[in-house]
C-alpha cells in the first residue's frame, strides 16, 4: 500500500517510492539519503515533525516534506 | 626554512569535525568570519618537525551542491585556496551516507585522506569494516580514529606530511552507472577547466541542476544550447546523480562493511523513544530550559556583584592614574569608553555559564532533539524549531540571545532571528516598564506588565512574516535535520568552544561599546556637564515634533536615547534630568504624563533599538554594519509605527468611556 510518509503510523516500515517537489527540494532530501528503492522506517510521530531511520540516520522532517514523500508500506496484517 | 601545509578539513554536520579540529589545534587557532559572510572561519595550527600545517575548518556540509552558503564556501574554498590536502571527518557508522560527500571532493581534489572517527560507535552497532579493503578499493589513506578519546590524532598528523611529501595519490573516479555517457558527452563540449573547476566535476554538476554552475558556464560558453538540451532531457537528472553515487558508495562497501543480521538496539534510540515524544519530550524540554535560564541567572548574580565591585574599584584606579589629564579626557575615558568597557566585561559570567550549558547541549546532542520538540510551537511564530533556545534566553539578556542564534545553519533564518530577537524583553526593560506601570496603574501593573509579553510576541510575527517576505526574499526552510547519537561531552572541547566564545565577544563587543558608551559620554556633557542644555537633549529635542504626537515631551525623547546604552539607564537620565528619582519622580511624572502617553512610552522603550551592548554582539555575529544599522533602524522604525497605531486607538477608546 502507498502512503505519504506523514500518514505512516509509528513503528511501520516501507520503501521511499517518490519524492513530490521541485528539484532542489528531492536533491537535498537525496543528499541526505532519501532516495527511491531506500528502506524507510518512521521512528516517532510528533503534531507535524517525524523522525525515520533511513541509511542508519534519524532523520526529523518538518509537516511539510514529509507530506511529499510517498512510501510503500510493508503489508500488514490488518488493513483498512 | 618551514614547510607549510594547507590543510582543508571537510566533513558532514555532526561526525566530530570541530572536535578533530580542536583536538589537533588547541589554543593555536583563531575564528573569524569567512570574507563577507556571516560564517565562522576557524582556522588552526599545528607545528610538527620542520613542517608548520595549517588547518582550515570548512562549514559542515552532506554535500558541494550551491544550496546553501555553506556547500558554495566549501567549494569555493576547495577550488581558489588549492589546500594541499583535504581531510574528510567521517563518521565510521554512517559510512554509506558519509561518502556522498567523499564522491564529490573526489571530482574537485586528489589528495583527500579519511579521518574515519567515531569507531567507538561502529563497534557499538557491532558493524564489521575491513579498512584496508576501503583504502584498497578507494585508493586512499584511512585514519581510523576516535578522535573525542585523543586516538588517530597522531597518526593523522603523520599521514598529512607523508601524503604532502609523495603527492601521488590516484584515487578511484566515481561512476555514475547509466549517466556515464550522458556525463562524457558533456564533458566533450565543455573546455579543460570552467574557471577553476575540472570539467567532469562541472558536467555532474550541470546535471544536477546546480544554479551557480548553470549561470557560470552560460556566460562562458558558446556550446550552451547543447549542452542545455543535454541536462534538460531528463527532468529526474538531478535524483539520478544522487542515486548512481549511492550505488557507486555501495559497490565501493560490497565486502568492507558488514553489518549485523539484526541490527543492535541503541541506547540513543532508547533515550529518544521519551526525549521526542510529543507529551514526555515537551515536558523534558520545558524542566531542562527552565532550569537552564534558572541557573543562568542566578549563577551569574552570584558572580556579577563582586564584580562589578571589582569593576568598579578598577574604574576609580583608573580614574586616579589619568590624573595628569585635563578634566574632560579624563572623564570621557573613565565614564565613558571605561564604563562601556566595564558593562561588556560585566557580561562576562553570564556569557561563561550560558555557553557552558549551549555547548554541553550542542555535545550531547540534545539540541537537535529540542528543536524538533519545539518546532511545532516555533512554527506557529512562523520560526524554525532551532530558535527556541536563542529566544528563551533572550527573555533574561538579548545578548547571549543574539549569540546563541548561531546555532541556526541557514544565514538568512539566523540574520532574520537576530533582528526579531530584541523584540523579546529582557530583565532591564521590563524593570523600566515596572517603574511606569507601578506609577500610572498601580492596580493593574501586573496584568499591563502581561501585555508587554504578549505585544513582543505578536511583534516577533509580523516582523517574521514581514522581514521575510520583504528583506530576505525566502520562505520558512522546512525542518530537515539529523538526530545525532547521544555523546559524552569531552571536557576540554566544551573548554575551548567557551573560551573562544567569550573571547571574541570581549574583544569585538568590547571595541564597539567603547566607542558607543564614549559617544553617548560626550553628548551628554557637551557642551557643560549638565544633561539639561547637553547635546543629548538637543537631539531629543530635535525629535520633538515626532515623538509630540505620542504626548511624549523632551524628557522622555532624552532618556531613550541615552537607554540605548543601558535600557536601565532611561530611568537614571530621568532623575538627572528632573532632579528627583523614585516616588518622588512617580509624582511629576503623574503631574507631566496621560496615562495612555506612559504606557505608550512603557511600550515604544519596549520594542525601540536593542540596547548598545546588544547592537555589539549584533555586529560581532553578523560581521555586517549594513546588518546592524539595518536591525537598528528596523526596531526604531517598527517600534514608532507599532507605538504611533497603539496610541491613537487607546485614545479613541478613552475618548468613548
Redesign the interface.
Known amino acids: 500500500m502507498i502512503k505519504k510518509l506523514i500518514e505512516m503510523e509509528k513503528g511501520e516500515k516501507g520503501k521511499v517510492v517518490s519524492?513530490i517537489g521541485g528539484?532542489?527540494k528531492?536533491?537535498?532530501?537525496?543528499?541526505?539519503?532519501i532516495?527511491?528503492?531506500e528502506e524507510i522506517f518512521l521512528?516517532?510521530?510528533?503534531?507535524?515533525?517525524v523522525?525515520v531511520k533511513i541509511?542508519?540516520?534519524?532523520?526529523?522532517?518538518?509537516?511539510?516534506?514529509a507530506e511529499s514523500i510517498l512510501v510503500e508500506v510493508e503489508n500488514h496484517e490488518k488493513e483498512d | 626554512m618551514r614547510k607549510k601545509i594547507k590543510v582543508a578539513l571537510a566533513g558532514n554536520p555532526n561526525v566530530g569535525k570541530s572536535t578533530v579540529f580542536n583536538q589537533l589545534t588547541g589554543l593555536n587557532q583563531h575564528t573569524g568570519n569567512w570574507p563577507g559572510k556571516t560564517v565562522e572561519k576557524k582556522i588552526g595550527y599545528i607545528e610538527k618537525d620542520d613542517y608548520l600545517i595549517e588547518i582550515v575548518d570548512l562549514p559542515g556540509t552532506y554535500s558541494l551542491t550551491a544550496q546553501s552558503l555553506e556547500e558554495l564556501i566549501a567549494r569555493e574554498f576547495i577550488v581558489e585556496e588549492k589546500p594541499d590536502i583535504i581531510v574528510l571527518v567521517l563518521d565510521a557508522s554512517l559510512l554509506e551516507r558519509n561518502l556522498y560527500l567523499l564522491s564529490q571532493i573526489l571530482e574537485l581534489h586528489n589528495n583527500v585522506i579519511l579521518a574515519l572517527n567515531m569507531m567507538d560507535i561502529l563497534e557499538s552497532k557491532k558493524y564489521k569494516l575491513d579498512i584496508k579493503m576501503l583504502e584498497e578499493k578507494l585508493k586512499l589513506p584511512v585514519i581510523p580514529m576516535i578522535a573525542s578519546k585523543g586516538k588517530g590524532l597522531n597518526e593523522l598528523i603523520e599521514k598529512i606530511i607523508e601524503i604532502y611529501e609523495k603527492d601521488n595519490i590516484h584515487p578511484t573516479k566515481v561512476k555514475y552507472s547509466n549517466l556515464d555517457e550522458t556525463i562524457k558527452k558533456i564533458e566533450e563540449l565543455l573546455p579543460e577547466k570552467v574557471q577553476e573547476y575540472p570539467k567532469r566535476w562541472v558536467a555532474v554538476k550541470l546535471l544536477e541542476n546546480d544554479p551557480i554552475m548553470i549561470e557560470l558556464c552560460k556566460k562562458e560558453l558558446k556550446d550552451w544550447s547543447k549542452i542545455q538540451e543535454l541536462i534538460e532531457k531528463r527532468e529526474d537528472n538531478p535524483v539520478r546523480i544522487a542515486t548512481a553515487r549511492y550505488e557507486w558508495i555501495k559497490e565501493i562497501l560490497n565486502g568492507v562493511l558488514e553489518k549485523p543480521k539484526k541490527q543492535a538496539i541503541l541506547w540513543t534510540d532508547k533515550i529518544d523513544e521519551y526525549v521526542t515524544h510529543p507529551v514526555w519530550g515537551l515536558i523534558i524540554a520545558l524542566i531542562l530550559v527552565v532550569t537552564i535560564f534558572y541557573l543562568t541567572f542566578s549563577l551569574n548574580n552570584l558572580i556579577s556583584d563582586p564584580l562589578e565591585n571589582l569593576l568598579d574599584i578598577i574604574g576609580k584606579k583608573l580614574s586616579i592614574l589619568l590624573t595628569f589629564l585635563p578634566e574632560f579626557p579624563r572623564r570621557l575615558i573613565t565614564e565613558g569608553v571605561w564604563q562601556g568597557v566595564a558593562t561588556i566585561l560585566s557580561f562576562t559570567p553570564l556569557i561563561t555559564i550560558f555557553f557552558f550549558f549551549l555547548a554541553i547541549l550542542e555535545d550531547t546532542g540534545y539540541l537537535a532533539r529540542l528543536a524538533f520538540i519545539t518546532d511545532r510551537i516555533m512554527h506557529s511564530l512562523g520560526l524554525h524549531g532551532k530558535s527556541f533556545l536563542p529566544l528563551v534566553i533572550s527573555f533574561g539578556c538579548n545578548v547571549p540571545g543574539v549569540m546563541a542564534t548561531r546555532t541556526l545553519e541557514d544565514e538568512k533564518d539566523r540574520i532574520l532571528l537576530i533582528i526579531i530577537d530584541s523584540f523579546i524583553p529582557c530583565v532591564p526593560r521590563i524593570l523600566v516598564a515596572s517603574f511606569f506601570l507601578g506609577v500610572f496603574f498601580p492596580k493593574y501593573a501586573f496584568l499591563l506588565l502581561i501585555t508587554l509579553y504578549i505585544i513582543s510576541f505578536i511583534s516577533i510575527y509580523i516582523s517574521g512574516k514581514l522581514l521575510r517576505k520583504k528583506v530576505f526574499k525566502t520562505s520558512m526552510n522546512p525542518l530537515l535535520m539529523e538526530l545525532p547519537i547521544y555523546k559524552i561531552p569531552n571536557p576540554k572541547i566544551v573548554l575551548l568552544y567557551i573560551w573562544d566564545k567569550l573571547k571574541s565577544f570581549l574583544l569585538r563587543a568590547g571595541t564597539v561599546m567603547a566607542f558607543l558608551s564614549g559617544l553617548t559620554w560626550i553628548l551628554a556633557n557637551i557642551p557643560s556637564g549638565n544633561i539639561e542644555n547637553s547635546l543629548l537633549s538637543q537631539i531629543g529635542k530635535l525629535f520633538l515634533p515626532l515623538v509630540s504626537p505620542l504626548g511624549f515631551n523632551w524628557q522622555l525623547t532624552t532618556a531613550l536615547i541615552s537607554g540605548f546604552v543601558a535600557k536601565e539607564a532611561s530611568l537614571s537620565t530621568l532623575s538627572a534630568i528632573y532632579g528627583h528619582s523614585g516616588n518622588e519622580l512617580g509624582n511629576i511624572l503623574l503631574k507631566d504624563l496621560s496615562p495612555i502617553t506612559a504606557y505608550s512610552f512603557v511600550i515604544f522603550q519596549l520594542l525601540y533599538i536593542p540596547c548598545a551592548a546588544t547592537v555589539a554582539t549584533i555586529y560581532k555575529e553578523t560581521n555586517s554594519i549594513k546588518w546592524t544599522a539595518f536591525a537598528i533602524f528596523y526596531s526604531l522604525i517598527y517600534a514608532y509605527t507599532f507605538t504611533f497605531v497603539l496610541y491613537y486607538i487607546l485614545v479613541f477608546f478613552s475618548s468613548l468611556l
Open positions: 519524492i528539484k532542489g528531492i536533491l537535498r532530501l537525496a543528499e541526505l539519503g532516495t527511491p528503492g521512528f516517532q510521530k510528533s503534531l507535524g515533525p523522525i541509511k542508519d540516520t534519524n532523520l526529523a522532517l518538518g509537516k511539510g516534506l
